[in-house]
């Protein structure tokens, strides 16, 4: 079974629509991160969670928020979708415990979210 | 804040021949660490390798190395004997401290037979 789960893995929604896309992870990380990509612009950070109770905002997160239920779950929210939040939407995490600072993040297989 | 540079969008290589992509990054802290990841057309984020700013030796994982230069702020991606299955988006990325990773906007690899 794969250790950061997404889902769903794809939808189609309409502008206006509050729209929910889920994270789970089974690695036991306390780091967990929403990423959006967009053909010739890379990963952009929208929020992430250092531990449950912390959630900061990330480059781009305007038109999103986000929740942190548990520690293996950080989920998405799109209060009212726009057509330009069309996008490749990826969770991660990664963690602290080992000691190391610079620590690898771990990508779920994203979530193709179209919005018309 | 950092940033990261990959100045080549799309690369060509000859099936078992070297290639080198390009990655340079800003950053004022001192210490920091540098990653690559490879998507292939499938969409998934792969974790390749990495390095940290205070590592001696330029990091190697099979077929893959980093060309890490601290002075010229670079730290590009050689993969040795290209394979088909290298066809990909390449991504250098930068942690700081305590930040997540911010991502550059990508190198297409496509390798030919």
């Known amino acids: 079974d794969a250790d950061v789960t997404q889902t769903p893995r794809n939808r189609i929604t309409k502008t206006g629509k509050r729209i929910m896309l889920e994270c789970s992870q089974t690695?036991?990380?306390?780091?967990m991160y929403w990423y959006r990509q967009d053909p010739g612009l890379g990963l952009r950070l929208i929020y992430y969670s250092f531990d449950v109770k912390d959630i900061n905002k990330g480059e781009i997160s305007d038109g999103y928020s986000v929740s942190r239920q548990a520690q293996a779950k950080f989920s998405l929210s799109l209060e009212s979708a726009i057509p330009n939040q069309t996008a490749l939407y990826f969770c991660a995490t990664s963690d602290t415990a080992s000691g190391s600072l610079y620590n690898e993040q771990f990508f779920g297989p994203g979530t193709r979210l179209t919005v018309l | 804040a950092q940033k990261i540079t990959q100045t080549q969008p799309g690369m060509f290589v000859q099936e078992k021949e070297a290639v080198t992509l390009d990655c340079t990054y800003d950053t004022s802290d001192p210490s920091y660490g540098l990653f690559w990841y490879k998507q292939p057309s499938s969409g998934e984020m792969i974790f390749l390798i990495y390095?940290?700013?205070?590592?001696?030796q330029n990091a190697t994982e099979g077929r893959y190395s980093l060309n890490f230069q601290k002075a010229r702020k670079s730290a590009n991606l050689v993969i040795s004997a290209s394979q088909l299955g290298d066809s990909a988006m390449y991504f250098c990325?930068?942690?700081?401290?305590?930040?997540?990773?911010?991502f550059g906007k990508g190198t297409r690899l496509s390798v030919i037979a």
């Open positions: 990325a930068i942690p700081s401290g305590n930040t997540p990773l911010v």
């Open positions: 390095q940290g700013s205070y590592d001696q």
């Open positions: 690695k036991g990380h306390d780091r």
